[in-house]
């Protein structure tokens, strides 16, 4: 189990976790294309919490079987789940659109590349995110 | 196609990871937004962007890209070139803007991504 502590607003070393959690999936034999998934999954929840969060923690559970994915975040959490997992739907400001995130596709992406995907947030303290990904 | 064959198709100056530039190409994606690319993109992806930002080379090595062309001459810094170094990714730059080199490619028989989808599931 690893867990990574994110900072909101970090965006020189956002992703450096993802890249971390890949490099073992790599080192252990997962299949490429499953790493990929969980690379992705994994980066977009940690930007998620990068651009609207104060804090968070990453989680990552791997197994023989599968990969657990858990991100809890202190920030404003979401008040419309269903909403917010509109593709296109985005809260991000222009200064993170700049930097090509922020085009609400981040949620949307990560439901779409686990196997299990829940999302739960209470308005103004934060959300939790669980991804589950198997191997084969 | 090899990226040496985007190099020179886009007249394009390699920035870092020249010794990657037998990397085979089998679909471009060009895009500033960078989830687009992690949504639409499949491995061996090249990604033909106007941003020169950190996340441009995340993108690249979460999504198992192939490599990188800046379009519009956008140069990037050498934090960037550094990581793009590190994790082995190659990057170069055009100076052509992002519709014309996307259309060079394309005429030189790149697919685009939803095409590559199409062709793996037909």
């Known amino acids: 189990m690893l867990d990574y502590v994110l900072k909101g607003g ?3 070393t956002a ?3 993802s890249s971390k959690i890949k490099r073992i999936l790599q080192q252990i034999g997962v299949r490429s294309d499953v790493i990929r998934r969980i690379a992705i999954s994994s980066y977009e929840a940690e930007m998620n919490v990068i651009i609207h969060a104060y804090s968070g923690v990453l ?3 791997i197994y023989p079987d599968r990969t657990e994915l858990s991100v809890a975040d202190e920030g404003p959490g979401i008040a419309d789940i269903d909403l917010a997992m509109q593709e296109g739907y985005s809260t991000a400001p222009d200064h993170i659109r700049e930097m090509g ?22 308005a103004g303290e934060g959300m939790k995110i669980n991804i589950l990904i198997r191997h084969s | 196609m090899k990226l040496a064959d985007v190099q020179k ?11 990657y530039l037998d990397g085979e190409v089998r679909s471009a994606c060009g895009a500033d937004l960078m989830s687009d690319v992690l949504v639409h993109s499949k491995e061996k992806t090249l990604l033909l962007t106007g941003l020169t930002n950190i996340q441009i080379i995340r993108t690249a090595e979460m999504g198992d890209l192939v490599g990188i062309v ?3 001459g956008k140069r990037p810094g050498q934090d960037v070139i550094q990581m793009a170094e590190s994790k082995g990714i190659p990057v170069m730059v055009t100076s052509l803007p992002m519709f014309e ?8 028989g790149i697919k ?7 062709a793996c599931e037909s």
Request: aromatic share 6%.
């Open chain 1, 101 to 122: 995130f922020g085009a609400g596709m981040g949620l949307p992406n990560m439901a779409r590349c686990s196997d299990e995907f829940s999302i739960n947030s209470v």
């Open chain 1, 59 to 61: 989680r990552a559970s």
């Open chain 2, 70 to 72: 800046l379009v519009r």
């Open chain 2, 9 to 19: 198709i886009l007249r394009a100056e390699v920035i870092c990871g020249a010794e």
């Open chain 1, 15 to 17: 992703g450096e976790a």
């Open chain 2, 112 to 118: 685009g991504c939803s095409e590559l989808v199409t």
């Open chain 2, 101 to 108: 080199s996307c259309g060079m490619l394309y005429n030189h």
């Open chain 1, 10 to 12: 970090d965006f020189d």
